[in-house]
């Protein structure tokens, strides 16, 4: 089968062209691939199936709705919240009243006026001020004929939100880990955070906690890695809350290499998210495969990590509070780090292995090209397989069968 590959791919500065990267050599294992170059609008001549990976960056993944808005086909939805992508795909085109359409579409008549207030200038840009309130996720699912997503959160999401095609839940990938020479960047523990840094990924909620931890233990570092947001004055909190001259160690954006060695050389892991944009995390991801102990928030994706891998804390109004004990508890406690990081590495190496997950990307493409008949010839060569080795419908093995088949939605 053959199988058109739209995504970003390095040497962008993207998750999305990370992830591409790690699983296009898996897949071109079991599909004929051929990744679509930058800005075409269409499939090479012969495709039986078109792949289409979907984020909220308009730069990294416009030109890829537009193909699919041209061409449908099955899409990869990293982010359940795109309205960032679909103002960048219409604003940011001189295309006010393609967004007014956008808006009064999904909200109606409050959503075209609340529109009108942001071309106006009236009230401050939706994407930036309350994109989860507003997440146009129709803009692509109207076009895709079946939809692989991370979570269960976001399959629950687009179910809500009325798709009626085929959703496959497909766990994000994990990297092998060859061998890593650690960078620590300090003596003493070392709490990382990987990615942009802006107040969605709490970020001053973050140094608040940090900067109470130090008080009782100096020698905390706060590793902070990854671009700063526009507009996020990171200078001015951290000098509020006295992490300006010490306790901090910044680095801007990483390449791969520098960012596993600064990872390893970590002790904790922190990655928090409000609002999620239903999203999944490459850095937390690569956190399990490191052996690390996970913070996270305690929403979407995240929530559903296993508590024996991550603390998740709430977003309420002791989120300071419960994010200062938990660093506090990974910082002084080595025997949790380590349980924590053993649970994490077996967590990706048996939930996040490459090749499942590119198995289970295969059948959802083989499913889509072929439809029920695909699904039928499936769940017969199964059937017939756990007979022939003397497995009945009521056993344990028969359980996981089924629940393995569920993940693909083929039983």
């Excluded at 075409?40 to 699919?68: C, E, F, M, Q």
Aim: glycine content about 10%; hydrophobic content about 45%.
């Amino acid at each position: 089968m053959k199988v058109a590959y739209f995504s970003p791919m390095p040497p962008e500065r993207s998750g999305i062209a990370d992830y591409s990267a790690l699983l296009l050599p898996a897949l071109g294992e079991r599909l004929d691939v051929s990744v679509v170059k930058r800005g075409r609008k269409r499939a090479p001549r012969g495709t039986d199936v078109s792949l289409y990976h979907v984020g909220n960056n308009p730069d990294a993944h416009g030109w890829i709705v537009d193909a699919l808005r041209r061409e449908p086909g099955v899409v990869v939805l990293h982010d359940y919240v795109l309205h960032h992508l679909v103002a960048g795909m219409t604003v940011g085109r001189r295309d006010g009243h393609g967004y007014l359409d956008a808006m009064e579409r999904e909200y109606g008549v409050v959503g075209r006026l609340l529109a009108h207030g942001v071309l106006d200038k009236r009230i401050p840009p939706l994407w930036e001020s309350r994109p989860a309130d507003f997440p146009l996720a129709s803009f692509v699912l109207e076009h895709a004929t079946g939809l692989i997503v991370h979570s269960r959160t976001v399959s629950e999401l687009v179910r809500a939100s009325g798709f009626a095609g085929p959703v496959w839940v497909v766990p994000h990938p994990a990297w092998p880990v060859h061998e890593i020479a650690p960078v620590r960047v300090a003596p003493g523990p070392v709490i990382g955070c990987f990615g942009v840094v802006n107040a969605s990924k709490r970020i001053p909620e973050l140094l608040r906690a940090t900067a109470a931890v130090r008080e009782s233990h100096p020698d905390v570092t706060l590793l902070l890695v990854g671009p700063t947001s526009p507009g996020f004055d990171l200078e001015r909190r951290l000098q509020r809350v006295g992490l300006a001259e010490e306790g901090l160690v910044r680095e801007g954006w990483t390449d791969e290499a520098r960012l596993w060695s600064l990872m390893a050389g970590s002790d904790v892991a922190v990655n928090l998210r409000h609002p999620t944009m239903g999203e999944t995390s490459g850095s937390v991801i690569r956190a399990l495969s490191l052996g690390k102990p996970l913070v996270v928030s305690d929403v979407g994706w995240f929530a559903e990590l296993p508590n024996e891998v991550a603390l998740k804390i709430p977003t309420g109004d002791d989120e300071v509070q419960v994010l200062s004990a938990a660093l506090e508890l990974l910082v002084t406690r080595a025997d949790v780090r380590e349980a924590m990081g053993i649970s994490g590495v077996e967590l990706a190496r048996r939930g996040h292995d490459l090749g499942r997950v590119a198995e289970l990307y295969a059948a959802a493409l083989e499913e889509s090209a072929g439809g029920a008949g695909v699904a039928d010839s499936v769940l017969r060569e199964v059937s017939a397989a756990a007979a022939e080795v003397g497995i009945s419908g009521e056993t344990a093995e028969a359980k996981e069968i089924a629940r393995r088949l569920a993940e693909v939605e083929l039983g």
